[in-house]
Nanobody
């Protein structure tokens, strides 16, 4: 069992930056691939990025590539999402998720086993 708690959301102006954190419980955190998703009002939850258990492999949605960076610290059981050059269309609730999948490309909601409660990110124009 893994419990995930996100933090770091808030209100920021367009062009600004935020860093989200996701703290995980459980001794097997380092074995999970960790992902970030987001959900804007009235829209489906969409994939943002994932990072493999070793931290050596990352993957991003085209909409955030070059602006967002996912990283993890297995010693602290924490995964991060550094968000730069934020745009109003990045406004959403951001969710952290964990999956046992160690092959393939886990970019779908159903690939993930555990979810956090979400943190709101609002980007003003």
């Amino acid at each position: 069992q893994v419990q995930l708690v996100e933090s770091g959301g808030g209100l920021v102006q367009a062009g600004g930056s935020l860093r989200l954190s996701c703290a995980a419980s459980g001794r097997t955190f380092s074995s999970y691939t960790m992902g970030w998703f987001r959900q804007a009002p009235g829209k489906e939850r969409e994939f943002v990025a994932y990072i493999r258990w070793s931290g050596g492999n990352t993957y991003y949605a085209d909409s955030v590539k070059g602006r967002f960076t996912i990283s993890r610290d297995n010693a602290k059981n924490t995964v991060y999402l550094e968000m730069n050059k934020l745009k109003p269309e990045d406004t959403a609730v951001y969710y952290c998720a964990a999956t046992r999948l160690r092959i393939g490309t886990p970019t779908l909601r159903q690939h993930y086993d555990y979810w956090g409660q979400g943190t709101q990110v609002t980007v003003s124009s």
